[in-house]
């Protein structure tokens, strides 16, 4: 989609809110939208990164002052990993703005152009994180109404970020009106219709279907004829345009886009379950077939005999070590990759990792944080006990590991906190990835355990080596 023309500032009123927020230096414009410029600037109090969004006034998609400031409480309101935080927000001369939270990367829009369609586990991974967002917002009562890529910004850590809550409402005590972005919406929206969370679960299904297939479900040149088309149901199945997608993902996709929304999944919080069974389950299903298919590899014969046996034996050495190889090999796959019985139950959410041999290092954290032992001790615990959940990670010294584990925790100012955590190659001493979320410090535990469930399955996807001696 074309990007929106650069809205101007006016330039004494910004030179006012320059010289206001002197504190905060401007170092660069990072994006722009209708109605808003956002810069990147430098914190010198608190030495940090922050994005400055200044709202351009008399444009026509401009909020109004109520709006901005409404913004900024529905951001202060959702305090998740995924949401970005706010920091400040204010009026110079006319200019309205919002201090939020900086995270370096692209929106998703940009991502979607140059490489839709994507692959499906890659699709389900950063919805789940999207519908996660969505469903915090929802706990809190606000239904975000401009879902789409373009407010999905994915960071260079691969994470998701929900963004730009300005037409955010809260269903209860709403007025329907033509906010939104028509493409996105759902039906109900389009025809003005009083909202719920069902709207947003309609959005999100869109922004999956472009992910998976590059296009769009249903393309008009108006909200009127994107809702005749909606209630006519003429969008084309997932499953037409890409027939090798499991039909596990064209049924979530189907249900989500649903144009009843009686008929549609019912909550944020059950999409992000189906998508979270669905991947594990794919992860599972791709690690067993690649490793069947390292097991049915030809063996190379050139030189699997010893020098010095005669021409008349080597046939037979041949033909006993094939017969000796198939054995093995019967055994082993019908030991190890038996396929399960059929049930009635949901499929296995356990990884099929293979002894992969990891040791924790002690929690990094401020020397001045004041009652941390207690603190801390449960960190450690809930840490080893979710590995120790999944099937197939080990705990060994550091001198008998693969990997090793480094959390470290960092208070934010007011009551904030910041965990992280990295891989790193013991035998290299090389960072393989890390992860770091940010959020309340009462909810580090939930923090370090979604944290955790992102390293297991990247974890899973790297292959066993040996100890360092």
Same mark, same amino acid.
């Given at each position: ?25 401007? !170092? $660069? ?33 401009? =909020? ?6 409404? $913004? ?8 998740? =990993? ?15 703005? +919002? ?30 994180? #999207? ?76 922004? /999956? ?67 979270? #069974?669905? !991947?594990?389950?794919?992860?599972? *299903? ?9 097991? *049915? ?9 010893? !020098? ?6 080597? &046939? ?32 296995? /959410? ?10 924790? *290092?002690? +929690? ?40 090793? +584990? ?23 001493? *090389?960072? /393989?990835?890390?992860?770091? &979320? ?12 979604? /944290? ?10 790297? !292959?066993?080596?040996?100890?360092? =001696?």
């Amino acid at each position: 989609m074309p990007q929106s023309p650069r809205p101007s500032l006016p330039t004494q009123a910004f030179e006012n809110l320059r010289l206001r927020l002197a504190r905060f230096r401007i !170092r $660069e414009e990072i994006a722009h939208g209708g109605s808003s410029v956002i810069f990147r600037v430098y914190d010198e109090d608190l030495d940090r990164q922050l994005a400055l969004k200044v709202i351009v006034p008399g444009g026509v998609k401009t =909020p109004s002052p109520g709006r901005v400031l409404e $913004e900024a409480r529905n951001l202060a309101k959702v305090n998740h =990993p995924a949401i970005l935080h706010v920091y400040g927000a204010g009026e110079v001369s006319g200019l309205h703005y +919002i201090l939020l939270q900086y995270v370096r990367g692209q929106t998703l829009d940009r991502y979607i152009e140059e490489n839709a369609p994507l692959p499906c586990l890659q699709s389900l991974h950063w919805i789940e994180q #999207a519908a996660d967002a969505l469903n915090a917002a929802h706990q809190h009562d606000l239904i975000h109404r401009d879902v789409k890529p373009s407010n999905l910004l994915l960071s260079d850590c691969g994470l998701i970020y929900l963004m730009d809550f300005g037409i955010a409402v809260d269903p209860s005590d709403s007025t329907p009106d033509a906010a939104g972005t028509y493409l996105y919406s759902s039906p109900e929206q389009n025809r003005l219709l009083r909202l719920d969370v069902r709207s947003d679960i309609y959005s999100l299904g869109v922004v /999956l279907y472009q992910l998976l297939t590059g296009t769009l479900p249903l393309v008009a040149r108006s909200a009127q004829e994107m809702s005749q088309r909606q209630s006519n149901g003429s969008s084309l199945p997932i499953e037409e345009l890409r027939p090798q997608l499991p039909k596990s993902v064209c049924s979530l996709v189907s249900r989500m886009l649903c144009a009843a929304p009686s008929k549609r999944i019912s909550t944020m919080q059950r999409v992000q379950e189906e998508i979270r #069974a669905i !991947r594990l389950h794919l992860e599972s *299903a791709h690690s067993s077939q690649k490793s069947i298919h390292n097991l *049915a590899q030809p063996v190379s014969l050139s030189k699997t005999y010893p !020098r010095g046996v005669t021409r008349p034996y080597r &046939l037979l050495w041949i033909a006993s070590f094939l017969i000796l190889t198939i054995l093995v090999s019967k055994l082993w796959v019908g030991n190890v990759f038996t396929p399960p019985k059929a049930s009635s139950s949901p499929p296995s /959410l356990e990884m099929n990792v293979s002894n992969v041999l990891v040791s924790i *290092a002690p +929690i990094q954290h401020p020397t001045d944080w004041i009652d941390r032992e207690k603190l801390l001790e449960k960190l450690e615990s809930g840490l080893r006990e979710q590995f120790v959940r999944e099937r197939g990670f080990l705990f060994r010294s550091e001198d008998k590991a693969f990997y090793r +584990i480094e959390p470290s925790v960092s208070m934010l100012p007011p009551h904030s906190a910041q965990i992280t955590l990295l891989v790193r190659r013991i035998s290299t001493g *090389a960072i /393989l990835f890390g992860e770091s &979320l940010v959020g309340k410090r009462e909810e580090l535990s939930r923090m370090l355990h979604n /944290l955790s469930e992102m390293l297991i399955h990247r974890l899973a996807q790297i !292959r066993p080596e040996k100890p360092s =001696p």
